[in-house]
T-cell receptor, first 111, second 112 residues
Framework: AQSVTQLGSHVSVSEGALVLLRCNYS??????LFWYVQYPNQGLQLLLK??????LVKGINDFEAEFKKSETSFHLTKPSAHMSDAAEYFC?????????FGQGTTLQVKP | DVKVTQSSRYLVKRTGEKVFLECVQD?????MFWYRQDPGLGLRLIYF???????EKGDIPEGYSVSREKKERFSLILESASTNQTSMYLC???????????FGPGTRLTVT
């Protein structure tokens, strides 16, 4: 069965520091991969999506993620954290059209 | 601007009550989804629909049913609410099955 694992339920960084949120997936077929963000008291919104066109995917708000097939990973990065990035982040895989979500990682940004 | 709306942000119901959660999208999307979100578990798919009057079970359909009489509206029904159904419920829609899903703001349901 397909699954998604996000390493670390909470990540804390200082403002201006690199953000790295980890995601590993298992899928028996080439997957579509997504990162969604959920700000407090809101629904989820798409940050970026991998569809096999390019391994490095750029998203909104300077986020990007790199698909590494050999490592079955799709880690999310941002060079410099802003206070407004504090939110919960979800990695998801869609091998067959249904999204399978990871457990989520809460990002805290300290001033 | 795309929009998915859910009928209530907060809902409190008693054990055994029948509960309806409504979701409406204005994007003429084919696919609609209901998830529940619990801390540490992420989002889990309850039911989805890829066409009017069509529905399929997701990963945790027990205790739930759905209705899609019109393309824009997808309802989640708890036939007899139980305390273990206390959760955040999120509705989403997409044009194609692998396209971006657009989410509503969620309904936080408490069953007492």
């Amino acid at each position: 069965a397909q699954s998604v694992t996000q390493l670390g339920s909470h990540v804390s960084v200082s403002e201006g520091a690199l953000v790295l949120l980890r995601c590993n997936y298992s899928s028996s077929v080439p997957p579509y991969l997504f990162w969604y963000v959920q700000y407090p008291n809101q629904g989820l919104q798409l940050l970026l999506k991998y569809t096999s066109a390019a391994t490095l995917v750029k998203g909104i708000n300077d986020f990007e993620a790199e698909f590494k097939k050999s490592e079955t990973s799709f880690h999310l990065t941002k060079p410099s954290a802003h206070m407004s990035d504090a939110a919960e982040y979800f990695c998801a895989v869609s091998p067959t059209g249904k999204l399978i979500f990871g457990q989520g990682t809460t990002l805290q940004v300290k001033p | 601007d795309v929009k998915v709306t859910q009928s209530s942000r907060y809902l409190v119901k008693r054990t055994g009550e029948k509960v309806f959660l409504e979701c409406v999208q204005d994007m003429d999307h084919e696919n609609m989804f209901w998830y529940r979100q619990d801390p540490g578990l992420g989002l889990r798919l309850i039911y989805f629909s890829y066409d009017v009057k069509m529905k399929e079970k997701g990963d945790i359909p027990e205790g739930y049913s759905v209705s899609r009489e019109k393309k824009e509206r997808f309802s989640l029904i708890l036939e007899s609410a139980s305390t273990n159904q206390t959760s955040m419920y999120l509705c989403a829609s997409s044009q194609g099955p692998l396209d971006e899903q657009y989410f509503g703001p969620g309904t936080r349901l408490t069953v007492t």
